[in-house]
């Protein structure tokens, strides 16, 4: 009986923590899913960073990386800055470098042509290449966290 009273207060209470993420759930956006991978790595972050008695210093160090790039696959740390507004359109520049050497990798080509797109593909190719190194981290340390 008292382990059943543990799961509905557990329910309830994850419930109350997850209900921003669970009303901006949609079936066409994956942004959704990073969301929710995010909460839950700053959950663990905070977890871990709370616990002293286990040394969680690797862990800390993954799950930050991944927050990090996560912010950057959503577009919250943008590596655009809008220069100047020219019959409201925004003109923009690279405020962050991002390596191109590889960009064959990952689908973005025309990186050297000056028409205008090119910063445009900078900034997807630095999605792109944030999104790979996530899965990367995930595929070789989540096991680690949750264990």
Known sequence: MKEWWYKIKNFFRNLYIYRKILTT???FDYGYLLDLEKFKLQLM???FKDV???????????ISICIKLIDIIQEEDSA????EMEMSKP???LVKYVNINNAFRF???????YDGLQVYRKELLRQQKALYL?????????LE???
């Open 25 to 27: 759930d949609y079936q």
């Open 91 to 93: 003109q923009f520049k």
């Open 107 to 113: 689908g973005i080509e025309y990186l050297d042509r």
């Open 45 to 47: 972050l905070k977890s």
């Open 52 to 62: 002293s008695h286990v040394d969680h210093t690797s862990n800390i160090r993954w």
């Open 145 to 147: 966290w949750w264990d």
């Open 80 to 83: 655009l800055e809008v220069v």
């Open 134 to 142: 996530y899965n990367k981290i995930r595929y070789n340390y989540m």
